[in-house]
């Protein structure tokens, strides 16, 4: 299973057992702390996306893409992308 596979299903677990059983969580171990870090943690070269030229102002946005005759690609979110508010 690739990485980024392995820390969405570990993300989604740990949002899924703190939902439902909260009470009944144990702390992570010291001794496996660092590996559980290591599997949640982005890798280099994973997020591309943060290697985009953002802006966020539209306005600036949208004269930009109109001189570049460019498409404006508009990310708004509300929520955790998960479903785990």
Same mark, same amino acid.
């Given at each position: ?7 969405i299903l570990a993300y ?28 949640? +943690? *982005?890798?280099?070269?994973? /997020? ?7 802006? !966020? ?8 893409a109109a001189a570049e005759? +460019? *498409?404006?690609?508009?990310? /708004? ?7 785990? !508010?």
């Amino acid at each position: 299973m690739k990485t980024r596979n392995r820390r969405i299903l570990a993300y989604g677990l740990v949002c899924l057992v703190g939902g439902w059983a909260i009470a009944a969580v144990e702390p992570v171990p010291a001794d496996q702390f660092a590996k559980l870090h290591a599997l949640i +943690k *982005p890798q280099p070269g994973e /997020e591309k996306w943060s290697q985009v030229p953002w802006l !966020t102002n539209l306005w600036q946005a949208r004269q930009r893409a109109a001189a570049e005759g +460019k *498409p404006i690609l508009l990310w /708004e979110m509300d929520g955790h992308p998960l479903g785990c !508010t």
